[in-house]
């Protein structure tokens, strides 16, 4: 009975958009911009965790919210071009090409610099995403400029 009356009430709620002139509720609100930090480990062992936060970023910028990454670990080698390029998530183009969409719009990435020369990617490497070598101090600071973390 009471699973009945929510289900009822969901489907009234659901149909709410319709009755509104078929419009959905999402983007009639007033959009807020966010500060957003997106961190990830993820590497080339798992190309699609790999590929999410760079396309969620990615969405995220091109809604309107400022977005920097922090990269760490395994992800630091996806600033390798060639590796970029390699991994490619099901689904979805290779990190390489969502690569090139955040640095066409200047999106900030910092890769951990003691991960990057452990893994020896170079500064060359960074440049080609405008990307930068980060450090601890980086990464506090990134987090207070946040509002929004968000690690995948």
């Given amino acids: ?21 078929g419009s959905s509720l999402v983007g009639q609100v007033p959009h807020k911009t966010l500060k957003i930090m997106m961190k990830s480990a993820w590497g080339s062992d798992d190309p699609t965790k790999a ?7 990615l969405a995220l910028a091109e809604a309107g919210h400022e977005v920097q990454f922090f990269l760490l670990g395994e992800a630091v080698g996806l600033m390798r071009k060639t ?16 690569l ?8 900030t990435i910092y890769a951990c610099g003691t991960c990057s020369r ?5 500064e060359a490497d960074l440049n080609n995403y405008g990307a930068k070598f ?14 929004r973390v968000i690690t995948e």
């Fill in 1 to 21: 009975m009471v699973r009945r009356l929510f289900l009822s009430r969901f489907a009234q709620l659901a149909a709410l958009p319709l009755a509104l002139g």
């Fill in 118 to 122: 452990a893994r020896g990617v170079t």
């Fill in 83 to 98: 590796l970029a390029n390699a991994v490619t998530p099901v689904g979805w183009p290779p990190v390489g090409e969502t």
């Fill in 100 to 107: 090139d969409k955040l640095a066409a719009k200047h999106i």
């Fill in 51 to 57: 590929a999410f936060p760079f396309l969620h970023g």
């Fill in 134 to 147: 980060g450090n601890p101090t980086i990464f506090v600071s990134l987090v207070e400029w946040a509002e």
